[in-house]
């Protein structure tokens, strides 16, 4: 699928975000996650209605895989897009899949106090912003 597109109707930033969702699903099929076999997808919305996804990639070191969160971000950036105003992320698992402390971590310092919309394969999902996540966030304002 395509790494980004138009949003359209999905400009507003608050929830519900399913369509959103609706691409974080699409990107999980890109995962390549060979020793964990948990394919994420992740989706982020720019406040222009962008959207740009990612998925993880597992190394065999373990410790250099990256989380599709952070993949997507980082694309994203990369990219020239720099005011973002959700994320979706996808698994299949049992509980809806929150994101790991590195990647709350730096979509904090990238995106800001986005919307977070988590849900998994079987349709329980969840909407909270990342300042729920990572309370007391650690970030330039104090360098
Ligand atoms: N993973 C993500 O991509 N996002 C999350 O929010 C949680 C974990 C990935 C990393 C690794 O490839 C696999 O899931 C198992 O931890």
């Given amino acids: ?8 109707s999905l400009k507003s930033p608050t929830p519900p975000l399913q369509g959103l969702s609706d691409y974080a699903r699409e990107a999980r099929k890109g995962a390549v996650a060979p020793f964990s076999h948990f394919k994420v997808g992740a989706a982020l919305l720019t406040v ?7 998925s993880n990639i597992e190394s065999a070191t373990y410790g250099l895989t990256l989380c599709a969160e952070r993949i997507a971000v980082f ?8 005011k973002f105003s959700a994320v979706a992320v996808v698994a299949d698992s049992i509980k809806v899949t929150t994101p790991c402390g590195s990647c709350r971590q730096v979509l904090w310092e990238l995106c800001g106090d986005i919307w977070v919309h988590i849900a998994n394969l079987r349709g ?6 990342l300042s729920s996540l990572l309370p007391e966030p650690f970030d330039k304002r104090f360098l």
Avoid at 75 to 82: D, I, L, Q, T
Avoid at 124 to 129: A, L, P, V
């Fill in 1 to 8: 699928m395509k790494s980004k597109g138009k949003a359209g």
């Fill in 48 to 54: 222009d209605g962008e959207i740009i996804t990612g």
């Fill in 75 to 82: 694309k994203a950036v990369s990219e020239g897009f720099r």
């Fill in 124 to 129: 329980q999902k969840r909407t909270m912003r």
